[in-house]
């Protein structure tokens, strides 16, 4: 009698409970398995260098470690199709409704933007490169970074980087292992939703450089990132403005404003100018790059100017003895002066 | 007798010299009788460039705004406001807006005064190995109940002073004595 109930026991589990568990095992595996990767496109970067060389030779680089990371990409021919039939030209940022169109048809999670913004390829080259990710439902910037690298030689000549090329690897290398290190730790948003949010109306440029204007936009819009501020990605302001038919540059009307807060939950808004991006000369070393910058920051819900400064950044601004100290690299004092900048104007609004 | 007056009337020239050298204020005009408090919110009109150098009334009034600003003397427009209410003005000098405009200005964007001004010399000279940079600014704040100046300064900056002319040195780059030249304008309205 016992066996019998024994072994219908035996029979019932076998049936019944085990191919369930073995299920959850399967389950367990697949879901591991299927925890996507996030669904990637990567915008065609800008060239503010002003020479076809920093493309040609940046972009095979930035693709090729693209395409090492974790990431889903979309294919390259599939997103320019895409991007020549909703006719979106300027790829250094991305509307609300450029980004909800490329969103559906691949099923996007992030866009990667970014800018190739300083190139020279003299005796001691520099390569300055802008990378952003922006989270495709909401167009928040996640993450962002603006990096340059100098060929300089150090003490006696040592870590002198003569070759482009090897330059731009090292840079790019840079840049995009934080993006892993922060893709590693889940883009966990740290960013309070009570901190305002940011946007940024393109800086003037009031220089001989005709990018100016959008290099200093890239650097500062990754300081205030770096700073655990939130910022709206670029291209959704100026998608608002070229609808009022507006373009601005280093300064927005109250109307517009308005908008921004209204309609885009901007709290604040910061823009400027470039009055100055000049670089040392080619093998000068007694004259130092020099950026001159000012900045406003207007609370978006009234208009009212919370804070306004002006910074001039000069390479021999941290000479001590003997030329040590001495910045040569224009990106370098670049983002120095825009770092100083944020770091006024948040001092003076609190 | 001689030796002394010799040395006295070289004294003098030198003393004479120094000063030359060492250029003067800023030419300001206030009128005393107005009534400063009433100033609360100004507006900056970009500035005219009347010199050689491309961008150097843009520049002007972006340091004067900021310097303004800084000062807190004032609550300043947003220039996006100022540019969009100068729209329906077809002139070119914003400088030479006239009274009636002027008025409208402040009534549009609700302030009491306006600064115009102009970029009248952004150059560098160059005399051997040493160059020069000179800015000359002329600002003017007009109050908008009636159209009326009611302050004007007109200062030049980056000329060198006797002893930079004699041993050299002194030497400002051009964004220096652009920001030395509106300081000085500023500093005769605002203490």
């Known amino acids: 009698m016992r066996r019998p109930l024994l072994l219908t026991t035996l029979l019932f589990l076998w049936l019944f409970i085990l191919p369930q568990a073995g299920e959850a095992d399967a389950g367990d595996e697949a879901d591991s398995l299927s925890t996507p990767s996030p669904h990637v496109a990567v915008l065609p970067f800008v060239n503010y260098t002003g020479t076809k060389e920093a493309a040609s030779t940046c972009a095979p680089i930035v693709e090729e470690r693209l395409s090492r990371m974790s990431f889903r990409l979309v294919a390259r021919d599939s997103l320019r199709q895409a991007l020549r039939t909703y006719r979106i030209r300027n790829t250094g940022m991305i509307g609300a409704d450029d980004a909800r169109r490329l969103a559906q048809d691949f099923g996007l999670d992030y866009f990667v933007l970014g800018s190739f913004d300083l190139y020279t390829n003299d005796s001691i080259p520099e390569v300055a490169i802008s990378v952003r990710l922006v989270e495709a439902s909401s167009l928040q910037i996640v993450w962002a970074a603006s990096r340059s690298k100098y060929g300089s030689a150090g003490i006696l000549g040592l870590g002198k980087i003569s070759s482009v090329d090897r330059l731009a ?79 601005l540059r280093g300064e927005i009307d109250l109307t517009l404003l308005g908008l921004l807060h209204d309609s885009l939950g901007v709290g604040r808004v910061i823009t400027g100018a470039v009055d100055r991006l000049q670089p040392a000369p080619p093998g000068v070393t007694t004259v130092t790059p020099e950026v001159q910058i000012s900045g406003r920051l207007l609370n978006a819900a009234n208009g009212k100017i919370l804070a306004s400064d002006d910074i001039v950044r000069r390479g021999n601004d941290g000479e001590m003895i003997f030329r040590l100290g001495v910045q040569y690299s224009l990106g370098t004092v670049g983002m120095e002066a825009a770092a100083k900048l944020w770091e006024r104007l948040d001092a003076h609004a609190e | 007798m001689k030796h002394a007056r010799f040395r006295s009337f070289m004294l003098f020239a030198v003393a004479l010299l120094m000063l030359a050298g060492c250029g003067m204020g800023p030419t300001v005009f206030l009128n005393r009788e107005y009534n400063f408090q009433f100033v609360e919110r100004v507006a900056v009109v970009p500035f005219d460039n009347l010199s050689d150098d491309q961008g150097a009334g843009a520049r002007a009034s972006r340091l004067f705004l900021s310097r303004l600003l800084a000062s807190e003397a004032f609550d300043v427009v947003e220039p996006g406001e100022v540019s969009k209410a100068l729209e329906k003005f077809a002139t070119v000098r914003t400088s030479e807006l006239t009274q009636e405009q002027v008025i409208t200005l402040g009534k549009t964007l609700g302030v009491q005064g306006v600064f115009l001004g102009s970029v009248t010399e952004s150059s560098s000279l160059r005399s051997g190995g040493a160059s020069t940079n000179i800015v000359t600014l002329v600002v003017r704040m007009v109050e908008t109940e009636k159209g009326m100046t009611i302050w004007s300064a007109t200062h030049s900056s980056g000329k060198r002073g006797f002893f930079a002319s004699i041993f050299g040195g002194g030497e400002k780059t051009q964004s220096d004595a652009m920001r030395a030249c509106v300081n000085g304008v500023l500093s005769s309205l605002i203490h």
Do not use: C, K
């Open chain 1, 169 to 247: 690897t090292l840079l790019v290398d840079d840049i995009f292992a934080s993006l892993e290190s922060s893709f590693g730790r889940g883009f966990t948003t740290v960013r309070s939703e009570r901190t305002p949010l940011y946007a940024i109306v393109p800086f003037d440029n009031l220089t001989d450089n005709p990018s100016a204007g959008e290099i200093m936009t890239t650097f500062v819009a990754a300081i205030l990132l770096n700073h655990g501020a939130r910022l709206l990605e670029p291209g959704a302001a100026q998608e608002m403005f070229r609808r009022h038919n507006r373009h």
